[in-house]
């Protein structure tokens, strides 16, 4: 089971990090990995970067675009998905400033659901992988229309 979280940036952060996702991740690693004796740089480091999120808007929007599927179900701010045929088991968790995406397969169907919102940067911190959302080309679709 990997965990992955996703973060909206800031345009501007954005436009400068695009190219170069490596200094984005190394950010939010120095982020994770800072003493909390620095509580209040880490937090305004954060904020400099990172975008808020309408929790409510995205729970709309994956609500829309998932709840033709068999195995969706949405409790609160956790969207879950169980897909027997490709036996994918994927929860992803809304926040206002991140989500949490916990799935056995690397390509979860929340990804293609979520691909069309710009500015959204995927961290898997065990594994040490990263990358921008919208630069994902090998996407299955889960909403052909």
Known sequence: MRTFYVFK?????????????????NTYLSIRMSNPDNIEYIYNQYKSITDKVSVSEINKFLLGKMK?????????????????????????????SYFILK?????????????????LFVIDFENKDYFWLSGMNYLRLVNSE
């Open 68 to 96: 033709r599927y068999d195995g969706y179900s949405i409790y609160r701010n956790t969207h879950m998905y169980n897909d027997y045929y490709s036996d994918e088991v994927s929860k992803l968790i809304i926040f206002n």
């Open 9 to 25: 940036i800031k345009d501007e952060y954005s436009k400068l990090t695009r190219n170069i996702p490596y200094n984005l991740y």
């Open 103 to 119: 799935s056995n397969k690397p390509n979860s169907t929340f990804f293609t659901a979520l691909y069309n919102i710009p500015n």
